[in-house]
């Protein structure tokens, strides 16, 4: 089982709509959840950190379930510049080092 | 402006030649990484630095050999290339080797083996 799986995609969605990512990680004593967002040949860049209690940060929303081990990342009111892969991250349980996802990735239309 | 920079943007060699990639974060930070991004996609962490000290090394081959002469610089040599060397290499930074702060990505330098 990979540390860190995720569904490759693509999810095609039309513009507005509400999407849904999830993620599993096989750590349980992993500590520190994130999701990063990278564009087509481009760097990976922090989208938000995912805390415990659930997290919002304007259109997205990060969700943790410890016991299932999943984390879930929605995406509301889907724009065409939200078209990129999204990687799903958890630490070691050091917390020293990341293990990233291989990503979802997502295309808007008009 | 550019706060993790990394040279050469794209490097096209043969196999069994000897390469460099270079890095400079302008950031103030303390700790750098190396990562590698395989065809498929996945990232995956190579080396950390802290303070030019190595704190990670992920059972990375021999032929990889980082150095960090001050704390704004991790460059990367690789002795004779091999194709499975060929990814999207990514420099990072962070303000400390706790990963609880954001990892700052340089613009990855893509490396063909032929």
């Known amino acids: 089982r990979k540390e860190v799986e995720q569904d490759p995609g693509p999810f095609n969605v039309p513009e507005g709509a509400t999407v849904a990512f999830n993620c599993t990680y096989s750590?349980?004593?992993?500590?520190?959840f994130f999701w990063y967002r990278q564009d087509c040949r481009k760097e990976p860049k922090l989208l938000m950190s995912v805390y415990s209690s659930g997290n919002e940060d304007g259109r997205f929303t990060a969700q943790l379930n410890r016991a299932s081990q999943y984390i879930s990342l929605l995406i509301r009111d889907s724009k065409l510049s939200d078209s990129a892969t999204y990687l799903c991250?958890?630490?070691?349980?050091?917390?020293?080092?990341?293990?990233f996802g291989g990503g979802t990735r997502l295309m808007v239309k008009p | 402006d550019t706060a993790v920079s990394q040279t050469p943007k794209y490097l096209v060699t043969q196999m069994g030649n000897d390469k460099s990639i270079k890095c400079e974060q302008n950031l103030g930070h303390d700790t750098m990484y190396w990562y590698k991004q395989d065809s498929k996609k996945f990232l995956k962490i190579m080396f950390s630095y802290n303070n030019k000290e190595l704190i990670i090394n992920e059972t990375v081959p021999n032929r990889f050999s980082p150095k960090s002469p001050d704390k704004a610089h991790l460059n990367l040599h690789i002795n004779s290339l091999e194709l499975g060397d060929s990814a999207v290499y990514f420099c990072a930074s962070s303000q400390a080797r706790d990963i609880f702060y954001e990892q700052y990505f340089g613009p990855g330098t893509r490396l063909t083996v032929t």
């Open positions: 991250v958890v630490s070691n349980n050091a917390g020293n080092m990341l293990t």
């Open positions: 750590n349980s004593a992993s500590q520190s």
